[in-house]
């Protein structure tokens, strides 16, 4: 068993950097301006599907030189939905936000089904696999490990390093006197979620470096976010990146001793359990 438990252990800490990644995505948004964005599945499955596009449909761009273009497009894409749907009822009560949301997740699933149908695409992009001991791991997932700690380390040094970053901080902290010294609240609430956005569309498009996908694929990404989000502390992106390996750990943890199908049983089982036993997560909330 123990031949069996370290390469599942090793390849579920691998992904759980991915989904680290998504539910920061998820986190960072509810950290600046209290909004839970119900749309985070469907685009973490367009960022899957721009990825398929610039690397399958005759551009032929690899998939790891493509994430620029899908993040910067993700960036564009969060600040028009933030513009449309969010920035009107940025401060009603939290289910006028919820059902925001969740009318821009039903748009893009119906365009997407429309155009895409439910069908499971593939980026079909292999780069063998690397063997240390007893250990086989395939270069996808370590490329996407390191792609999601470059991007975890480029978030922290963005937020904590530059004027921009820091007023992000100052609105997420208080944002009546971030405006009294003159920082445009309304501008760096877009550009946050734009930022959100671009953390989703990225990890969907590592996700589909991995396995395979359809328009729908997002949802069960966006539970594992909550779960994760929950888990490191909401609004606290550096421990949703923590949550997400601890995730991961148990998803290759668990079918080594029981079926797979057991795998949400215990995620959901801990995310009851942390809101019971410390709501704040096990990191805190940070600002």
Partial sequence: MLEQ?????????????????????LTLIWGVMRVINL??????????????VLFNDGLGLNPYV?????????VLFGIVIYSIAVHRVINAPHLSSLLATF?????????????????????????????????????????????????????????????TG???????????????????????????????????VIA????????PFRILS??????KSFVIGVLGGLGNPLGALVGGLILGGLEGLIPVFMPTTWVPVFEFGLFVLILLVRPSGLFGARQ
């Fill in 5 to 25: 438990l370290i390469p599942s252990l090793v390849d579920g800490l691998l992904i759980g950097f991915v989904y680290g990644v998504a539910a920061m995505g």
């Fill in 39 to 52: 749309a985070h599945g469907p685009i973490i499955a367009l960022g899957m599907f721009g990825v398929y």
């Fill in 66 to 74: 493509s994430l620029p273009i899908v993040g910067a497009a993700g």
């Fill in 103 to 163: 009318a821009v997740s039903m748009i893009i699933i119906g365009v997407g089904t429309s155009r895409l149908t439910t069908n499971v695409y593939t980026v079909g992009l292999d780069l063998g696999s690397v063997t240390i001991g007893p250990i086989t791991v395939t270069v996808t997932r370590l490329v996407a490990a390191g792609v999601s700690v470059f991007v975890a380390a480029g978030l922290y040094l963005f937020l904590y390093r530059t004027s």
């Fill in 166 to 200: 820091k007023a992000i901080r100052a609105v997420a902290n208080n944002r009546s006197a971030a405006e009294l010294m003159g920082i445009p609240s309304s501008r760096v609430l877009a550009l946050s979620f734009g930022l959100g956005t671009m953390l989703a």
């Fill in 204 to 211: 969907g498009g590592l996700i589909s470096t991995i396995f």
């Fill in 218 to 223: 997002g949802g069960a990404y966006e539970l």
